[in-house]
């Protein structure tokens, strides 16, 4: 093992820089990008210190953040696409006839359903539970059935839509770190993914015909006819997300699909919303903007655009900073190698990980973090027993977007319960999507079924393609 640094000192820099995450989330509550910058920060500092150039500091974190360029580029196209899609009227008009659906009998498998699509659409599980999910609420106070009942479909919903939509940061964010495909790794989630969700929605079913009642919620009223009155939702305006999500699922690459999808975007908000140069351009930096003088509506749209992806860009520079001089120092190799000592075979491998993302995870309440520190180190451990890293990607959301709502003190559980009112352990059983993902994966790691392996060929590639982090 080549490390730049004895044993001692890099276990010091280990436990440095994970007290300062540690202590920064859990009890200053500051927001991560200024957490690990500050862990980096402190980083560097000892390793300089210690005898290490800075030239070998710097030439990883160039690398690094080389590394993340694509991904980068991906995020900010999520965002121009969101916002010109909330101007086109296409989010607007998936949402209005979502609503359209709704049925007493089968009101919490259609809640479901409607998250579903709105975040696989939108990628954003908060957007969703923040805007219809809100309004879902209102329709569950009417029809007297209980709200933690309502709230664990909605949360279902809007986390599964976020698990397998191309638009969500943290689906991009867990195949960036992975050097995994988009594609490969949506795909794969589906195996973990879609029996939690099968399972959630019978039990939706079950519960809702013990009920039943008329709807006349005023909120879902105010939404369907602000939007109708504000937008021209003619059905073509749907073939935008349809159009990506099959260019996206042949394996198309993803900058210029999504370089479609915000063509299409400008095209319909010219056409069917009558929207000029100047509105389109501002739609695609800031996101959309314009007021309905409605507030769970304007809620409900502003939102998209690039400048509301330069958070977690930051964040992955951030996570560039406070990773590189780790790997400079001999630390990462420490880390896998220990890992490596007790995992004897590619099952306790994979055991190990998804146990230590989980335990982590659980004690930050932040998969941003997680993700950007943990992906880098462990992603290549897979190669050595001949496993897809996606494999290794799957289980980052497994164990992290999913479980995030189960977590009160993490920043997804405290959102989900301030904005539905519903406290975390009062829903938790009725998301059973949530949890039945791990428990899936550790069934599929123990029998083999849903893993998928590489020849040895392949994963040479795999090694190459991560030197470009390609994810298309």
């Not at 994970?18 to 990008?33: H, Q, R």
């Not at 957490?35 to 500092?45: D, K, R, Y």
């Not at 502003?302 to 780790?326: C, D, E, K, W, Y």
Request: hydrophobic share 50%.
């Amino acid at each position: 093992m080549n490390t730049s640094l004895s044993p001692l000192k890099a276990i010091t820099l280990i436990a440095i820089s994970i007290l300062i995450v540690f202590v920064g989330i859990l009890y200053i509550k500051a927001p991560s990008t200024i957490v690990l910058l500050t862990a980096g920060s402190a980083v560097i500092i000892l390793c300089l210190l210690w005898g290490i150039k800075w030239d070998a500091i710097e030439k990883d974190i160039l690398n690094s953040l080389q590394a993340m360029f694509i991904p980068i580029l991906i995020l900010l196209a999520v965002g121009m696409m969101v916002g010109i899609w909330m101007l086109s009227g296409t989010i607007p008009i998936i949402v209005y006839y979502g609503l359209l659906l709704i049925e007493p009998s089968i009101f919490l498998f259609v809640a479901c359903i409607a998250c579903c699509l709105m975040s696989i659409m939108s990628g954003t599980s908060w957007g969703t539970i923040g805007t219809i999910g809100v309004a879902f609420m209102g329709v569950s106070l009417g029809l007297g059935i209980p709200l933690h009942y309502t709230a664990g479909a909605i949360v279902v919903g809007a986390i599964f839509g976020d698990k397998m939509s191309p638009l969500s940061d943290t689906t991009v964010m867990a195949a960036a770190v992975s050097d995994v495909k988009l594609v490969d790794h949506m795909k794969h989630m589906l195996y973990t993914t879609v029996p939690g969700l099968m399972i959630s929605l019978i039990l939706y079913l079950v519960i809702g015909f013990q009920y039943s009642g008329q709807i006349a919620d005023e909120n879902i009223s105010t939404i369907m006819s602000t939007l109708d009155s504000h937008f021209n939702l003619n059905p073509l305006l749907i073939l935008p997300p349809i159009i990506i999500l099959i260019m996206i699922y042949k394996n198309k690459p993803t900058l210029p699909v999504f370089g479609v999808g915000i063509i299409l975007g400008c095209l319909l908000a010219a056409i069917f919303q009558g929207k000029g140069p100047a509105e389109i351009a501002a739609a695609l930096n800031n996101g959309f903007t314009g007021s309905t003088e409605v507030e769970i509506v304007d809620t409900m749209l502003q939102r998209g655009g690039l400048s509301s992806m330069l958070g977690t860009v930051a964040l992955l520079i951030a996570a560039a900073i406070f990773g590189s001089p780790l790997r400079t120092a001999g630390v990462i190799d420490i880390i896998l190698d220990s890992i490596q000592k007790l995992a004897k075979t590619g099952k306790t491998m994979m055991l190990s990980n998804l146990s230590l993302h989980s335990f982590i995870f659980i004690i930050t309440g932040s998969y941003y973090v997680t993700f950007a520190v943990l992906g880098p180190m462990m992603k290549s451990m897979y190669d050595k027993y001949g496993l897809h890293r996606k494999n290794f990607s799957r289980t980052l959301e497994d164990t992290g977007t999913a479980l995030a709502p189960l977590i009160p003190w993490s920043v997804t559980g405290a959102f989900i319960a301030q904005t539905l009112g519903v406290p975390t352990g009062e829903y938790a059983l009725f998301a059973p999507m949530l949890y039945l993902g791990i428990v899936f994966a550790i069934i599929y790691i123990l029998t083999g079924f849903g893993i998928s392996k590489v020849k040895p060929t392949e994963i040479k590639v795999e090694k190459n393609a991560s030197q470009t982090t390609d994810l298309v």
